[in-house]
């Protein structure tokens, strides 16, 4: 088992916004039932223990793209959306921030007592995990959010978040029942957080001697340098940079949705008649369902989907957000009766994009591609935070070239 990376997450205050909070409840449970469909329940589970994938999926919600505010954002839509189908679904979310994590216990009882679990078990589970990150590890970071996702088949992931009160930044830390053949050896999917030089780790697999017990994990232990794994380094500003970006791959995205004959081509696949910008979002949400986890070391890109709250890299176009949660959810519930073709058409505009990324290697021209974002924000009532394009009067969107 490896760690799959380190990423810095710059704390950020302040609530989300309910008119982005509904909308990632929508888009959020949409995109987790559509991986359910084409794959698995085991493979949604595989996604969150994943922090680069984490990161963009985020993302590409609406949420900005570097921040901590992710993690709890993300997991408090999900526990919203998917635990009211989870009869259907077969995937429960227990915890979350502050209180909400101390009722975990009582949560993953009530799901065991209903499915047949060792309701026990989960519980030491749960505790367990947080203790390890909470005292295993003397990184300097206390846990403050607990998330526990359970299926119908007992396999579970643990998402939970640290503060660092010292140096204002946060650490994610990714749990996978999959992954996990000893609880004080190598446990972790992945550790999100910045890299931070030499740390105290008990749970490394060269601890073993100062083990006594699994739940006296205080003995002293070699130390644990970190630096070996691969990093996602979060900047502490806003802004998404040219260097955040993977300019062939958006440069792919921008041409399907733009290009005429690929816009054509794309509207298609997708048995909808759909316009570009529409399409930009649809490439890049259907790249997170069928992507493979190659694809997510570069999670600022998939900002360009739907902006980010805060405004950066531009405001939520919410006539955007709402006309490609509506395919999708057309998709979605198509599938449900029988009729797969417009849901598998998100398999196809993925692989798509990846072949005249492939073929033709465009690349964005990062620059434009922001300032035609930020014209056409009023049009499409682009919202932030901070400011509400939708109250100023509408611009025609105007025509740019997007490449180099």
Same mark, same amino acid.
């Given at each position: 088992?490896? $760690?799959?990376? @380190?990423?810095?997450?710059? /704390?950020?205050?302040?609530?989300?916004?309910?008119?982005?909070?509904?909308?990632?409840?929508?888009?959020?449970?949409?995109?987790?039932?559509?991986?359910?469909?084409?794959?698995?329940?085991?493979?949604?589970?595989?996604?969150?223990?994943?922090?680069?994938?984490?990161?963009? @999926?985020?993302?590409?919600?609406?949420?900005?793209?570097?921040? +901590?505010?992710?993690?709890?954002?993300?997991?408090?839509?999900?526990?919203?959306?998917?635990?009211?189908?989870?009869?259907? /679904?077969?995937?429960?979310?227990? *915890?979350?921030?502050?209180?909400? %994590?101390?009722?975990?216990?009582?949560?993953?009882?009530?799901?065991?007592?209903?499915?047949?679990?060792?309701?026990?078990? /989960?519980?030491?589970?749960?505790?367990?995990?947080?203790?390890?990150?909470?005292?295993?590890?003397?990184? *300097?970071?206390?846990?403050?959010?607990?998330?526990?996702?359970?299926?119908?088949?007992?396999?579970?992931?643990?998402?939970?978040?640290? &503060?660092?009160?010292?140096?204002?930044?946060?650490?994610?830390?990714?749990?996978?029942?999959?992954?996990?053949?000893? @609880?004080?050896?190598?446990?972790?999917?992945?550790?999100?957080?910045?890299?931070?030089?030499?740390?105290?780790?008990?749970?490394?697999?060269?601890?073993?001697?100062?083990?006594?017990?699994?739940?006296?994990?205080? %003995?002293?232990?070699?130390?644990?340098?970190?630096?070996?794994?691969?990093? /996602?380094?979060?900047?502490?500003?806003?802004?998404?940079?040219?260097?955040?970006?993977?300019?062939? $791959?958006?440069?792919?995205?921008?041409?399907?949705?733009?290009?005429?004959?690929?816009?054509?081509?794309?509207? &298609?696949?997708?048995?909808?008649?759909?316009?570009? $910008?529409?399409?930009?979002?649809?490439?890049?949400?259907?790249?997170?369902?069928?992507?493979?986890?190659?694809?997510?070391?570069?999670?600022?890109?998939?900002?360009?989907?739907?902006?980010?709250?805060?405004?950066?890299?531009?405001?939520?176009?919410?006539?955007?957000?709402?006309?490609?949660?509506?395919? &999708?959810?057309?998709?979605?519930?198509?599938?449900?009766?029988?009729?797969?073709?417009?849901?598998?058409?998100?398999?196809?505009?993925? $692989?798509?994009?990846?072949?005249?990324?492939?073929?033709?290697?465009?690349?964005?021209?990062?620059?434009?591609? &922001?300032?035609?974002?930020?014209?056409?924000?009023?049009?499409?009532?682009?919202? +932030?935070?901070? @400011?509400?394009?939708?109250?100023?009067?509408?611009?025609?969107?105007?025509?740019?070239?997007?490449?180099?």
């Amino acid at each position: 088992m490896k $760690r799959s990376g @380190f990423a810095d997450l710059p /704390l950020h205050g302040g609530r989300v916004p309910e008119w982005l909070a509904q909308r990632m409840e929508k888009l959020g449970t949409a995109i987790a039932e559509s991986i359910v469909y084409h794959y698995s329940a085991s493979e949604f589970l595989t996604r969150l223990s994943d922090p680069f994938w984490f990161q963009a @999926f985020g993302a590409v919600m609406g949420m900005d793209w570097h921040s +901590s505010g992710i993690t709890t954002s993300v997991m408090s839509a999900l526990k919203r959306g998917l635990n009211p189908r989870a009869h259907e /679904l077969g995937i429960y979310v227990c *915890g979350g921030r502050g209180r909400q %994590s101390r009722n975990t216990p009582t949560e993953l009882l009530i799901i065991a007592d209903r499915k047949g679990f060792d309701g026990g078990e /989960l519980v030491r589970t749960s505790r367990l995990t947080a203790k390890i990150d909470n005292n295993a590890i003397a990184d *300097g970071f206390q846990i403050y959010l607990h998330s526990f996702v359970l299926t119908a088949a007992g396999e579970w992931v643990v998402v939970q978040q640290g &503060l660092n009160d010292t140096n204002g930044l946060a650490r994610r830390y990714h749990w996978h029942s999959a992954t996990v053949r000893d @609880f004080v050896s190598e446990p972790h999917t992945g550790i999100a957080g910045e890299n931070r030089g030499t740390i105290l780790n008990l749970v490394d697999a060269r601890a073993k001697p100062a083990q006594a017990a699994l739940l006296e994990i205080a %003995s002293e232990a070699p130390d644990k340098v970190l630096g070996e794994v691969r990093k /996602l380094v979060m900047p502490r500003g806003h802004e998404v940079r040219m260097r955040d970006v993977d300019l062939e $791959r958006l440069g792919a995205v921008l041409a399907v949705s733009y290009e005429r004959q690929l816009r054509d081509f794309a509207s &298609l696949l997708l048995m909808e008649n759909l316009g570009p $910008r529409t399409l930009q979002t649809l490439s890049l949400v259907a790249e997170v369902v069928h992507g493979t986890p190659t694809r997510f070391d570069d999670p600022a890109r998939f900002s360009f989907a739907l902006g980010g709250k805060d405004g950066h890299p531009f405001p939520v176009p919410l006539k955007t957000y709402d006309e490609s949660l509506g395919v &999708l959810r057309r998709a979605v519930g198509a599938a449900k009766l029988g009729h797969s073709e417009k849901l598998d058409g998100f398999k196809r505009l993925d $692989r798509l994009v990846r072949t005249v990324e492939e073929r033709y290697k465009p690349v964005a021209d990062f620059e434009r591609v &922001l300032a035609h974002e930020r014209a056409i924000s009023t049009g499409l009532g682009g919202r +932030s935070v901070l @400011f509400d394009a939708a109250r100023r009067k509408p611009v025609r969107e105007k025509q740019l070239s997007l490449f180099g």
